[in-house]
């Protein structure tokens, strides 16, 4: 271990990941420090599952190192430090709750986390078999068990995509507390509520490339920004325009005066335009010298 490496939860170091003729991951690197509150931002796609499964030890990258806690991530040493709420859940559906919550805390050596059953609102749920679960309800068990254990760091693949603002609230608040305290936290979200307010610094993956690592406060400082999305090519530069994002079939305008990049637009004979909220990628996209 290199001098300072044992403060480092998560080391990437030129990480890259194929499947089949693809490459998901490409030359990735990023460090993210024990207390750090870290979310991976990216389109559909764009490799962050991946790259959290390869951070877990769940998926092997086909080049580069990666260390979780000072060691290679599928050491029993790493995995009893950090907890993990992966995105597509399976869990054995004839197993009671609680049983499911016991069967974890053994394996990590820990006690039944009692205390958090009424935290994250799971009391009444705790006879119920998985298998007889809503999706939202397994949500938040299979993102409870993340915090078995007191880890250390706890890595969070879109935990509350599928649930109410009641339940997104119960489990921001149970983060935002363990971070408080001290917990380092990788969180993959396209929730923008969730991003800004649970992570302090933020990585975007674009293609499998890191193409950003900066400060959150980037992202709010541009949330008052409208995209007016035209299909096809802009080929003018219209006043009101902030950045242009360009994809192979639309043109991405980011305006702080929506109303007259419309203009702007219909003006030069384009009638397909979409005035929306801008995605969280797309914002902190604009932000870089990112190729788009
Ligand atoms: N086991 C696999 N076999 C083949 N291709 C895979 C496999 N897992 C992921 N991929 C591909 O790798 C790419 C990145 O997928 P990944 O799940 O990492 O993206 P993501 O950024 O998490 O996307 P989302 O926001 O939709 O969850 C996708 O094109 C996906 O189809």
Not at 166 to 178: D, P, R, S, T
Not at 255 to 275: A, F, I, N, W, Y
């Amino acid at each position: 271990m290199v001098d300072g490496a044992i403060d480092e939860h998560i080391v990437f170091d030129g990480i890259t990941k194929k499947y089949g003729k693809t490459t998901v991951l490409s030359a990735v690197d990023f460090r993210i420090a024990a207390g750090e509150r870290v979310a991976l931002l990216g389109q559909n796609g764009a490799g962050k599952t991946t790259a959290l499964r390869i951070a877990l030890g769940l998926a092997k990258a086909d080049s580069g190192t990666v260390r979780v806690m000072g060691v290679e991530p599928h050491r029993s040493e790493a995995l009893v430090r950090l907890g993990y709420c992966p995105q597509v859940t399976s869990a054995p559906g004839v197993l009671r709750v609680r049983e499911l919550v016991r069967m974890v805390a053994d394996l990590k050596g820990a006690d039944e986390p009692t205390h958090l059953y009424g935290r994250f609102g799971i009391s009444s749920l705790l006879q119920r078999q998985v298998g007889a679960l809503s999706i939202g309800q397994l949500r938040i068990v299979i993102t409870l068990l993340a915090f078995v254990g007191d880890p250390e760091l706890v890595v969070l693949d879109e935990p509350t995509a599928a649930l109410d603002s009641e339940h997104k609230y119960i489990i921001w608040q149970h983060v935002a507390e363990y971070c408080q305290a001290g917990g380092t936290l990788l969180l993959a979200s396209h929730d923008f509520s969730e991003v800004t307010q649970l992570a302090d610094r933020a990585l975007l993956l674009h293609r499998g490339r890191l193409v950003k690592d900066g400060p959150v406060t980037d992202i709010v400082a541009l949330s008052d920004v409208t995209a007016v999305e035209v299909v096809g090519s802009i080929p003018v530069d219209l006043a009101g325009v902030s950045r242009v994002l360009n994809t192979p079939t639309r043109t991405i305008l980011l305006t702080r005066d929506p109303e007259k990049v419309v203009h702007g637009v219909q003006r030069e004979g384009h009638r397909r335009v979409l005035s929306r909220q801008p995605t969280l990628e797309e914002v902190f996209l604009t932000m870089g010298d990112a190729e788009s």
